[in-house]
């Protein structure tokens, strides 16, 4: 009787633990698609709602990096009711280049400088590409004079586009960080 009382308390106790592990998650609902803690091996921190006061615009994640990275996903429609998940379809392209082509207006108001454009890429590198991708080297900072690498993929979801920015500290980023990060969204974005 004494293993039995024993036994039903380690039971209670683990599944007391579970319940409040689960209560802490920091997991959040965005049209239908539920944010893990993690994403890959960066850590979801907070969301922005763009979309209560400027439809179309949506919401964007912050997730934790490296020290001195910024990594922001994007989930937004930009006020279209029908988006293709084709990366190749011409709604996509042409979200894909209004996006790169942000980079370069941020360039000309001073914001950035010295903007260059380091090449495209899709995300798997082979098989059916799930994201484009493109990658900048600029400067940014207060004085415009801290020289960054920046990362810059889209994939189209369930009507939405999937917008995602890496950008950190020059040769603390590279592509297959880019590359390990969209392929988690692959995952996450899955029917």
């Known amino acids: 009787m004494r293993l039995f009382r024993t036994s039903a308390l380690a039971i209670a106790v683990i599944a007391l633990s579970v319940s409040a592990t689960l209560a802490q998650t920091k997991s959040k609902i965005i049209y239908g698609l539920s944010i893990p803690d993690w994403v890959g091996s960066l850590v979801y921190k907070d969301t922005v709602d763009f979309e209560s ?7 964007a994640l912050r997730f934790s990096g490296q020290p001195g990275w910024l990594v922001d996903v994007y989930i937004y429609d930009v006020g279209l009711k029908s988006i293709p998940s084709d990366i190749e379809s011409d709604v996509v392209k042409a979200q894909f280049a209004q996006a790169k082509g942000d980079v370069f207006e941020l360039g000309k108001r ?18 059916k590409p799930r994201f484009v991708c493109t990658s900048f080297s600029y400067k940014r900072g207060d004085r415009v004079d801290v020289e960054v690498d920046s990362f810059l993929c889209l994939t189209a979801w369930n009507n939405k586009f999937v917008k995602l920015r890496m950008t950190g500290p020059k ?11 969209a392929t988690a969204w692959i995952s996450l974005l899955k029917p």
């Open 53 to 59: 006061k400027s439809p179309g615009l949506g919401y």
């Open 110 to 127: 001073g914001t950035y400088a010295d903007v260059k454009d380091a090449g495209d890429f899709t995300v798997p590198a082979t098989g």
């Open 171 to 181: 040769g603390s980023i590279s592509r297959s960080d880019a590359n390990l990060f």
